[in-house]
Nanobody, 116 residues
């Protein structure tokens, strides 16, 4: 059974940093494409960042240069380092896993709130 468990969210001031983690199980993590998405109240879910099994990364335009996605295949975990956070980064952040164009599963999400 595929399980994805996000952690690391919280309240942070503008300009601050957070690191999100997503622990995966139930599938071959090293061969999966992993992605982070976010959804703010009243908005559609948007892609934040992705990392392939070959560690090729891509980012949404709004987070380029501020966020970094990485993975540790030994720990079956994908990370999202978020720096220079802005109030508009406030959202619930989700991770998911893909293989061969199919979504394997979603996590339950972790809340990130950027506010002074």
């Amino acid at each position: 059974q595929v399980q994805l468990v996000e952690s690391g969210g919280g309240l942070v001031q503008p300009g601050g940093s957070l690191r999100l983690s997503c622990a995966a199980s139930g599938f071959t993590f090293s061969s999966a494409l992993m992605r982070w998405y976010r959804q703010a109240p009243g908005k559609e879910r948007e892609l934040v960042a992705g990392i392939s099994s070959f560690r090729v990364t891509n980012y949404g335009d709004s987070v380029k240069g501020r966020f970094t996605i990485s993975r540790d295949n030994a720990k079956n975990t994908v990370y999202l380092q978020m720096n220079s956070l802005k109030p508009e980064d406030t959202a619930v952040y989700y991770c998911n896993a893909w293989r061969s164009g199919t979504i394997l599963g979603w996590g339950q999400g972790t809340q990130v709130t950027v506010s002074s």
